[in-house]
């Protein structure tokens, strides 16, 4: 089993009867080596005494946002920065609702707002509730965040149901825990992941860009930082949240992509390149807006270097893996980019489907190696990235 280690872990503890299991939950995060502390919610107290968790824990539990006490020890925001993970294990059907709204008027919500670190919930409740389809978008919803859900078990449950809702046993959730820091092929090793489109300036009020929203990009870089990866993000025109974990570096335009890139190269062990960039700048940019009444009739266009067939060129590569965004002769275009531009690998995704791809919270891709081709099925964002990095590390580390 894996080892925690110097790990900091946050447990919430919600209203579920399952609470009843968070003393173990502590004692088996604490048999891997982490530091525990405790959030407990008003319904979370309905079912464990906090004398129980603060004696096992060997710390204070905090359940109040509004202590001033606490705020001057460790407050909401230092909570939040102290967790390396944070779980909540039971997590009730109303914690999760909540934490999908965004809601911030209790401690254990507000720290989950303010923290980088990551995130695990271990539902808990009746099988019922458990398959009931608020339930399922709601966890689908955090899956997409980047919240990894403890699967519940099937079986018994206290209120004489029989089925899957059963918070997962204690052992497993710390397991499950030590996973998220396993020594993954990534771990250790730098990836550089260039994200959004870029914008080529036409005067200094209009431009050319394109539909990216850059959430596939930011889910690789999730997938990436939970593989253990120092992940660095060269950041275009985005309408996502930016991954806090990574280091960013913000470019407008394609040249400053290209300049950023090969900037940060150097050393790295993996690069993916989810830009789209444009191909095209125009060739001169007006100091002043273009009047409409003017004589302008045709933009005249500038081929914009390609960053990733430059990388793929370099002495000491990186891996290099590719997209291919395409709506037409989907696999002999990709394959061709494989081959042109010389990557280790290429993902294409079919753009001309407004449910995946460009600017949708799903996709559905094929990873492209010189070897094999593999589709990945419709899923979210976040899964696809998972795959493709999995993919990746098993082939190319
Ligand atoms: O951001 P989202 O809304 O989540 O959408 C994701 C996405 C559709 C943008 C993404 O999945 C994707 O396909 N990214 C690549 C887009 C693209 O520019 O594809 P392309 O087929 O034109 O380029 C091929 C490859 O060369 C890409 O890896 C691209 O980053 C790279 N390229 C292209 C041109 C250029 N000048 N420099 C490059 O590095």
């Not at 001057?72 to 914690?95: F, Y």
């Amino acid at each position: 089993m894996n080892n925690l280690t110097n790990k900091r872990i946050l447990l919430g503890v919600s209203g579920s009867i399952a609470a009843y299991k968070s003393p173990d939950i502590v004692r088996r995060l604490q048999d891997l080596g982490a530091e525990v502390r405790v959030i407990i919610t008003t319904g979370g107290r309905e079912f464990v005494s906090e004398l129980s968790l603060q004696t096992i824990s060997k710390n204070k539990v905090h359940d109040n946002l509004w202590d001033k006490e606490a705020e001057l020890a460790m407050g909401h925001i230092e909570l939040a920065k102290w967790a390396d993970a944070v779980i909540i294990a039971p997590a009730s059907a109303n914690t999760i609702a909540r934490l999908c709204h965004g809601k911030a008027d209790d401690l254990l919500s507000t720290v989950i707002l303010a923290t980088n670190a990551s995130v695990l919930i271990a539902p808990s409740m009746n099988q019922q509730m458990f398959a009931s389809k608020a339930i399922k978008e709601n966890l689908k919803i955090l899956n997409n965040r980047g919240v990894v859900t403890i699967n519940p078990g099937f079986g018994e449950q206290a209120c004489g149901d029989v089925g899957e809702g059963r918070l997962a046993e204690p052992e497993e959730i710390a397991k499950q825990v030590a996973n998220m820091f396993s020594d993954s092929a990534l771990s250790g090793r730098k990836v550089l992941i260039t994200i959004g489109g870029t914008i080529e300036a036409i005067d200094p009020v209009r431009y050319i860009s394109n539909h990216s929203s850059g959430k596939m990009g930011m889910a690789l870089a999730h997938a990436c930082i939970q593989a253990g990866a120092e992940t660095t993000l060269i950041i275009g025109s985005i309408s996502v949240e930016i991954e806090k974990r990574a280091e960013v570096i913000y470019i407008t335009s394609a040249n400053e992509m290209f300049n950023a890139v090969m900037k940060k190269i150097e050393n790295q062990d993996l690069f993916i390149s989810c830009a789209a960039v444009a191909d095209f700048r125009p060739t001169k940019i007006s100091h002043n807006k273009i009047k409409k009444d003017g004589k302008l009739a045709v933009i005249e266009l500038t081929k914009n270097k390609d960053i990733l067939e430059s990388v793929c060129k370099l002495k000491n590569k990186p891996v290099c893996i590719g997209f291919a965004a395409e709506t037409e002769n989907f696999l002999a275009n990709a394959r061709a980019k494989l081959k042109n531009k010389k990557c280790d690998a290429i993902i294409l995704n079919d753009i001309s489907n407004s449910d995946i791809g460009l600017n949708s919270d799903e996709n559905e891709v094929h990873f492209i190696s010189q070897e094999k081709t593999e589709k990945i099925d419709k899923s979210s964002k976040q899964i696809i990235a998972e795959k493709i990095i999995k993919k990746v590390t098993k082939y190319f580390f």
